[in-house]
């Protein structure tokens, strides 16, 4: 009994073929206020997420003393809380109401790419995002 009990915990414990594994992708940084809600009123035209700046010195003795660059970010976590569904593009396609991937009320989107060359439209009024930003 006691070896039929050990097997079949070993065998209940095995995992199946298909089970995805989990795999750690390495910590993402928030980026400090990156955080942004548009609205349906601004997604009625193609709008692009906004891409914080900071102010970086330069070493004395360069052309210009002080430069504000756009933070790097690699990963975006975009939440369509509205009502309505969005579409977005990112290959440089203005979005329209017929153009575009889908986002539909209610999903999010955890984009990894060009995020200053995303953007989306509401396929009808209704349509919010929350957006967050990450290097």
Request: charge should be neutral; include cysteine; charged fraction near 15%.
């Amino acid at each position: 009994m006691k070896l039929l009990r050990n097997w079949l915990r070993k065998f209940l414990s095995l995992k199946a073929a298909h089970e995805p594994e989990w795999v750690a992708t390495g910590s993402r940084q928030p980026i400090k206020g990156s955080y942004q809600n548009i609205s349906s009123g601004t997604l009625a035209a193609a709008t692009k997420i906004t891409i914080p700046t900071q102010t970086v010195n330069r070493p004395a003795g360069a052309a210009v003393d002080v430069e504000t660059l756009p933070v790097t970010c690699g990963f975006a976590i975009i939440q369509n809380n509205g009502t309505a569904s969005v579409r977005w593009t990112d290959d440089g396609t203005t979005p329209t109401a017929a153009v575009g991937m889908l986002l539909i009320a209610g999903a999010e989107l955890d984009y990894a790419g060009d995020i200053g060359a995303w953007q989306a439209i509401e396929v009808a009024g209704g349509a919010t995002l929350d957006i967050k930003l990450y290097r």
